[in-house]
């Protein structure tokens, strides 16, 4: 499903206008999106759990020149769905 999907989705379930349901879910993404900028953790109950982590450096190999080089770590956006949606796969 894409964002169009979700947007018609939303609005049938909802019953709304599907310019409302798309301010809805592009107001949901920002809200996320923004979140997560700040380093905050979003915990939604029964559902899914989105942080940012941090990734160590590691250790890579250039396949071009075959010199060795480190990767430097960074902070990445994780997505952890709870047990019931997991199961539900």
Excluded: Y
Excluded at 1 to 27: F, H, I, P, R
Excluded at 66 to 84: A, D, H, Y
């Amino acid at each position: 499903m894409n964002k169009t999907g979700l947007v018609d989705a939303v609005a049938t379930q909802a019953e709304l206008l599907k310019q409302d349901a798309k301010k809805a879910v592009e107001s949901l993404f920002e809200t996320i999106s923004n979140t997560l900028a700040n380093e905050e953790k979003i915990q939604l109950i029964e559902f899914e759990t989105f942080e940012v982590r941090e990734r160590a450096a590691r250790p890579d190999r250039n396949l071009q020149t075959g010199k060795g080089m480190i990767i430097p770590g960074s902070k990445v956006p994780t997505f952890k769905p709870e047990k019931r949606i997991k199961n539900s796969c």
